[in-house]
C-alpha cells in the first residue's frame, strides 16, 4: 500500500528557511506519477506548491517561485520542500500527495508555525 | 490561476437526504476536476475524478456531474459519517486549484 508521511520542524522563526520531507513507502517515486507539496492554511484554504515528476522534472507554483525549491533523494525514496524567507503567512499544515492528474494518495500532514 | 468558487461555505443536511455541492470554474477546464472530502482531523481523500468517476471504494451514493465551468457533488442518502468538509480541484492548467471548501452539517 502507497503511504506518504511527512516530517517538518513544527516551528519556524520569521525570514528563516523552512525543510520539509516526504517519505514514500510502497512505492518508487522513480517510476511514475508526480510527488506533490500541498500546504493548508488556519481557515482550510488549500493551495498546491510544487510538485517534482517521476523524472525528476520540477514544476512551482509561480505565486511561490522565487522562494521555494523541491528536491529529491531517490535512495531514501524521500523528496523535500524547502521555502526560503518564511513569513508568518507561511503558517500552515503540509501535506505531500502522489498525482497523476488529481491527487489519489495524501500524507498526514505536518504543522508548521512560523512564529519570533 | 483558474478560481474555483464553491459558493456555498456551509450545508446543513439531515442523514437520509440528498445533498448537492456545486464549483464553478472561472474558465474552462474541460472535465479536469476532482472532489475531495476531509474529515476533522484528517488529509483530504479523492472522491471523485475527471468530474464524474467515483475513485476506488467510495460508495456509490457519491456522484459527479458537470463539464467545462460548472460542476456539482451530489450526496444520495446522506450518513451521519459523511459530516466532512468538501473541496473541488481542477487539474486542467497549472497551477492547481482549490476551491474554498463546503462544510457539511448534519442535523
Known amino acids: 500500500d502507497v503511504q506518504l508521511q511527512e516530517s517538518g520542524p513544527g516551528l519556524v522563526k520569521p525570514s528563516q528557511s523552512l525543510s520539509l520531507t516526504c517519505t514514500v513507502t510502497?512505492?518508487?517515486?522513480?517510476?511514475?506519477?508526480?510527488w506533490n507539496w500541498i500546504r493548508q492554511f488556519p481557515g482550510n484554504k488549500l493551495e498546491w506548491v510544487a510538485y517534482i515528476s517521476y523524472s525528476g522534472s520540477t514544476t512551482y507554483n509561480p505565486s511561490l517561485k522565487s522562494r521555494i525549491s523541491i528536491t529529491r533523494d531517490t535512495s531514501k525514496n524521500q523528496f523535500f520542500l524547502q521555502l526560503n524567507s518564511v513569513t508568518t503567512e507561511d503558517t500552515a499544515t503540509y501535506y505531500c500527495a502522489r498525482s497523476g492528474t488529481f491527487m489519489d494518495y495524501w500524507g498526514q500532514g505536518t504543522s508548521v508555525t512560523v512564529s519570533s | 490561476d483558474i478560481v474555483m468558487t464553491q459558493s456555498q461555505k456551509f450545508l446543513s443536511t439531515s442523514v437520509g437526504d440528498r445533498v448537492s455541492v456545486t464549483c464553478k470554474a472561472s474558465?474552462?477546464?474541460?472535465?479536469?476536476v476532482a472532489w475531495y472530502q476531509q474529515k476533522p482531523g484528517q488529509s483530504p481523500k479523492v472522491l471523485i475524478y475527471s468530474a464524474s468517476y467515483r475513485f476506488s471504494g467510495v460508495p456509490d451514493r457519491f456522484t459527479g456531474s458537470g463539464s467545462g465551468t460548472d460542476f456539482t457533488l451530489t450526496i444520495s442518502n446522506v450518513q451521519s459519517e459523511d459530516l466532512a468538509e468538501y473541496f473541488c480541484?481542477?487539474?486542467?492548467?497549472?497551477?492547481?486549484?482549490f476551491g474554498s471548501g463546503t462544510k457539511l452539517e448534519i442535523k
Open positions: 474558465q474552462n477546464v474541460g472535465s479536469n
Open positions: 480541484q481542477q487539474y486542467n492548467t497549472y497551477p492547481l486549484t
Open positions: 510502497g512505492y518508487s517515486i522513480t517510476s511514475d506519477f508526480a
